[in-house]
């Protein structure tokens, strides 16, 4: 349970702390576990069996498209038609032009639309290797970078912020880590570990207020009763394994053969002091599963320590261990999934044998690529925003479905998936839009009030269970809002282009700015035509521009990443 914290707590908290200090050592627990922890990971990455590199196609370079080449060479046969005049879906397959490719490059990576001064620069750069470049460069925004990743990480943590969104706090605030982990690229495994380890020096305690502003002192492993302890480890699972635990929580799985009640308790007292009782259907048995960690990892001893710190520590090492089946793979599924609108493992939190990845040599190859590197986020993003995969044009004859009810059904990666923006990257792309600026303590991710548009935009009122993927379907209701909204209608009305009187002279400058500063292009020829049409037909040019401003907004061009 939450815990009130005290003056007393807090004194009894830091002595504690000072007698844990001199004990680590003395119990065989490196005082510095960060660096233990990324010895074992270059020890461990070195004893890996050797796995097949990208294959070799004749004019491609890069590693992930050799790899997804390979399998459009291997199965061309097999592939349907594309519907348009006989052409063939794995025909034509072009890069998107230059603004496409900024913007989304753009909104993938720091969240938020380019400034027209940004666009512009790009597009007037005729240098080869431009694309690359601002990929770096974008990187390279740390903060920017940090606060687009920090509403996922929310999300898939629960981490709440009870000041803002009232309740009894059950998780705690963990905005402040993520973002911090994020602006200094902290390795991946460094920041898992730092979540369950007790002996990682940069742990964090999160603290969460209610209501009231009594303080509660919640950790991310919670295993006060059997219930949370339960709950910690399918949460968990689903994170960082991308494996879907929970139904054995109280009887074997009822969808997946892989996980019986007892293989799963095994793992889930890993979490607790002790070993846990199997308790079917809320039946107490009296029986004692053995606490096991769930996959073999080749030459680690399977012996588990009796104290919990000890079961803790041991626990972060397997989790994010190189040899570990799932870990970096789940990471790596989810990436691809961010950034191509569509995993090589759907479900990406159904992990499972009996549904095999769409390209698993591709998936291990990154996999490996990954924890050969540092378990650097930054540099796996990297190698798929480089990848003529990732830049391809959007194609709807090209583009892969994934269906429930076939999970097996092939996926090529001819064509990028349609992604709709988050609420936070809507929010902030139409303040950037307006205003040409968007300050770092503006972003959307700061403001935890939950509202019409917010809600409409698939952003959870609260985060009371783990969330890893956000509703991108549409429905009247978030077009309701767009359309009549008073949220969205107050953000356009602050735009620069409104600070002076409107001219009809004004106008094609006018068309012409609104065009690069919302869908970070230039209008083609009938826009233009039809935008001035449309804005020459009475004398409230202001009004006018507005109105169009706002259909831009709300077009489905805008709404969506393509």
């Not at 991710?445 to 959870?460: E, I, K, M, Q, V």
Request: aromatic share 8%.
């Amino acid at each position: 349970m939450a815990r009130p914290t005290t003056t007393r707590c807090r004194a009894s908290s830091l002595l504690l702390g000072a007698i844990v200090a001199l004990w680590v050592p003395l119990r065989g627990v490196a005082a510095d576990s960060e660096t233990e922890l990324i010895e074992r990971r270059t020890r461990r990455v070195a004893e890996l069996p050797a796995i097949a590199g990208p294959p070799a196609i004749d004019g491609v370079d890069h590693p992930i498209d050799r790899f997804i080449a390979a399998k459009l060479t291997g199965t061309t046969r097999a592939l349907p038609p594309s519907g348009e005049g006989g052409r063939r879906p794995d025909e034509g397959r072009r890069l998107c032009d230059d603004a496409t490719f900024l913007r989304r490059a753009y909104l993938d990576t720091v969240g938020v639309i380019p400034t027209v001064s940004e666009l512009n620069r790009f597009l007037a750069d005729s240098s080869a290797d431009k694309r690359r470049n601002v990929v770096d460069q974008l990187l390279d925004r740390h903060g920017d970078y940090a606060a687009h990743w920090t509403p996922f990480w929310e999300d898939a943590l629960a981490s709440q912020n009870v000041n803002t969104q009232g309740g009894i706090p059950t998780h705690g605030n963990y905005r402040r880590w993520i973002t911090e982990s994020f602006e200094h690229n902290r390795p991946f495994d460094v920041m898992v570990a730092e979540l369950i380890d007790p002996t990682m020096p940069g742990r964090r305690h999160a603290e969460s207020t209610d209501i009231l502003g009594t303080k509660y002192a919640i950790e991310y492993v919670r295993n006060d009763d059997h219930t949370a302890t339960l709950q910690t480890a399918a949460n968990v699972a689903q994170v960082f394994l991308g494996t879907s635990m929970k139904c054995a929580s109280c009887h074997d799985h009822f969808e997946n053969r892989e996980w019986p009640q007892d293989r799963f308790l095994a793992f889930a007292g890993l979490f607790a002091p002790h070993d846990l009782e199997l308790i079917r259907c809320e039946v107490h048995s009296g029986k004692t599963v053995k606490a096991a960690f769930p996959f073999e990892l080749h030459s680690v001893s399977e012996a588990v320590p009796t104290g919990l710190d000890d079961r803790l520590h041991a626990l972060a090492q397997w989790i994010v261990d190189p040899a570990n089946p799932r870990f970096a793979r789940s990471i790596v599924n989810r990436l691809w999934k961010r950034y191509l609108g569509l995993r090589f493992i759907e479900p990406a939190d159904d992990f499972r044998l009996d549904v095999p990845p769409s390209h698993p040599e591709l998936l291990d190859w990154l996999a490996r690529d990954f924890v050969s590197h540092g378990c650097d986020l930054k540099h796996t993003i990297r190698l798929i925003l480089t990848s003529a995969t990732y830049q391809a044009r959007y194609d709807p004859a090209l583009d892969d479905h994934f269906n429930l009810a076939e999970p097996t059904s092939p996926r090529y990666f001819r064509s990028p998936a349609l992604r709709r923006l988050t609420c936070e990257q809507f929010l902030d792309s139409v303040r950037l839009a307006t205003t040409e600026r968007l300050a770092p303590e503006e972003r959307a991710y700061l403001d935890s009030r939950s509202t019409s548009l917010s809600r409409a935009l698939g952003r959870p009122a609260s985060r009371n269970e783990v969330i890893t993927g956000r509703p991108d379907d549409v429905a009247v209701v978030q077009s309701l809002e767009l359309l009549n909204g008073p949220e969205l209608r107050e953000l356009i009305d602050r735009a620069v282009i409104f600070e002076r009187p409107l001219r009809k002279i004004d106008l094609p400058r006018v068309v012409d700015r609104l065009y690069r500063s919302v869908l970070s292009r230039p209008p083609n020829a009938d826009e233009r035509r039809l935008a001035l049409a449309y804005l020459g037909t009475g004398d409230a040019y202001a009004e006018s521009v507005k109105d169009l401003y706002w259909a831009l907004v709300c077009s489905p061009e805008f709404v969506w990443i393509k």
